[in-house]
């Protein structure tokens, strides 16, 4: 089986930067995703880590230590808008994708 | 990014009713999808995988039964909830896998609340 863990909240103060940490245990692993919910809505893509590594998408980034089964997300200059849960989600070899518990994020004026 | 709908987007049943969800994506086939479920403030748990044409995959604890899956065609999926009971209120998410991508779409999903 699969299991992912993250901290359950997060808050920060809006130009900041924070971080959420995943860690994981699985059999099967193809990478670490990154995947952003608000409140009603569906998750939407942020981030995939199949190596291991820094990946930088605009205020976004992404870090992966296979070794370690661990990766983390960092998000930079926070928005008010970055208020949302965020998932880290591992893919199996059958594409399978397992989320972790999410992590809730408030980000205050 | 993928255009991915689902209908109904809310639906109120009477408990022991059944409820059919549809999952289109629109523009891509999707060979696999995957269907997840997330009660209030819980993470996505995967319920069953599906391949266009084969029965699908259930997770653990999962009844195949109860929650019937047909995807019938590479741009069609649909989930039937049997004989819902209100334990089974919760946000339905399908998820078309377009073969070998790491990024994974999700429809918009379907509240299901069962009285």
């Known amino acids: 089986g699969q299991s992912l863990e993250q901290p359950s909240e997060v808050t920060a103060v809006e130009g900041a930067i924070v971080q959420i940490n995943c860690t994981y245990q699985t059999s099967g692993f193809y990478g670490l995703s990154w995947y952003q919910q608000h409140d009603g809505g569906a998750p939407t893509f942020l981030s995939y880590?199949?190596?291991?590594g820094l990946e930088e998408t605009g205020r976004f980034s992404s870090f992966l230590s296979r070794s370690d089964s661990y990766g983390y997300l960092l998000l930079q200059e926070l928005q008010m808008k970055d208020s949302a849960s965020y998932f880290c989600g591992i893919q199996t070899g059958a594409n399978n994708l397992f989320f972790g518990t999410g992590t809730r994020l408030t980000v205050i004026p | 990014g993928a255009v991915v709908s689902q209908h109904p987007s809310r639906v109120i049943c009477k408990s022991g009713t059944s409820v059919k969800i549809e999952c289109r994506s629109l523009?891509?086939?999707?060979?696999?999808m995957f269907w997840y479920r997330q009660f209030p403030k819980q993470s996505l748990m995967l319920m069953a995988t599906?391949?266009?044409?084969?029965?699908?995959?259930?997770e653990q604890g999962v009844e195949k039964d109860k929650f019937l899956i047909n995807h019938a065609s590479l741009t069609l999926s649909t989930l039937t909830v049997t004989s819902a009971h209100p334990e089974d209120s919760s946000f339905y998410i399908c998820s078309p896998q377009r073969g070998g991508r790491s990024e994974q779409f999700f429809g918009p999903g379907t509240r299901l609340t069962v009285l």
């Open positions: 599906s391949n266009e044409g084969s029965k699908a995959t259930y």
């Open positions: 880590n199949a190596l291991d």
């Open positions: 523009d891509f086939q999707a060979t696999t």
